[in-house]
């Protein structure tokens, strides 16, 4: 067992959520968070008809591809107790804003306002929800932190992945000057705005390195995949991981972005 939950009553039947860029890019990322939540007791699964949460499709203004992709994805996820998304972005479109595409078809919309009261970001499911207060993994080293927008403001996700990296063995934490200031990833943002995305992550990556931080955490992938771009361009040493390979002791793995990263 390498998580110790508090709590005896909690969902057990748990759908996950991939997420595109986890299942593209990162796949370790869906791992270890199975792992983590195998760990906490539940019996997760993971629908194989389950597609993009339809959030580039959303922030584009494109309802009618949103709408479509949304219905599949209420069908994928029908009956889970809880569904688990290892990303505050897509999290979020599930609970907050997949309702509001129904609002002319009352029956679809009270599905999807069912999905959205079952679906969870995994840091705030394992501490909120299952009651998780310590992990038993190792990481040697010093790790920063960085509060993704949706996750943040959307999900309420701060004190959850500080809580659970606290009790990691050998890891100090070192908190950015400012951990809450957007990496300048934003989903199709950093497409339509490139001068100013790259300002924004040329600013948090000065903020990450006046830490001393040898590892870069976060729990959404595209801010990881666009800070470690940055960090790499500067020729900078700082690693980077999504934090639920770390909680899940996988922190032995290539980190985001290195030349061996496919070869795991």
């Known amino acids: 067992m390498s998580i110790s939950p508090s709590r005896s009553t909690h969902p057990r039947r748990v759908a996950l959520f991939v997420t595109c860029l986890v299942d593209l890019f990162r796949p370790s990322v869906g791992f270890a ?24 499709a959303y922030n584009s ?34 609970s907050h804003h997949y309702p509001g595409l129904f609002d002319d078809d009352p029956a679809m919309k009270a599905r999807a306002e069912n999905l959205a009261g079952r679906s969870f970001e995994l840091m705030s499911f394992l501490v909120d929800v299952l009651g998780v207060e310590k992990v038993a993994a190792h990481y040697d080293g010093t790790v920063t932190y960085h509060d993704s927008c949706s996750g943040l403001r959307e999900l309420g996700v701060k004190v959850q992945p500080r809580r659970l990296l606290n009790s990691v063995e050998g890891l100090r934490f070192c908190e950015m000057k ?44 595209g801010c990881l995949m666009n800070m470690a771009g940055k960090l790499q361009r ?7 991981r999504h934090v639920a390979e770390v909680l899940a002791d996988m922190g032995n ?7 061996d990263e496919g070869k795991r």
């Open 33 to 56: 968070a199975i792992k983590l939540l195998e760990d906490a007791g539940c019996s997760v699964e993971v629908p194989p008809l389950q597609v993009c949460c339809g959030q580039p």
């Open 61 to 94: 203004g494109d309802r009618e591809t949103t709408r479509a992709i949304a219905t599949q994805i209420i069908d994928a996820f029908e009956g889970y107790e809880a569904v688990v998304a290892p990303s505050g972005s897509c999290g979020g479109m599930l």
């Open 178 to 221: 400012t951990p809450e200031v957007c990496c300048g990833f934003g989903g199709t943002f950093c497409v339509k705005y490139p001068e100013i995305s790259n300002a924004m992550v040329g600013e948090k990556s000065a903020d990450i390195l006046n830490t001393g931080a040898q590892t870069l955490l976060a729990g959404d992938l």
């Open 253 to 259: 793995l290539a980190p985001i972005g290195a030349p």
């Open 234 to 240: 500067e020729g900078s040493p700082v690693q980077v």
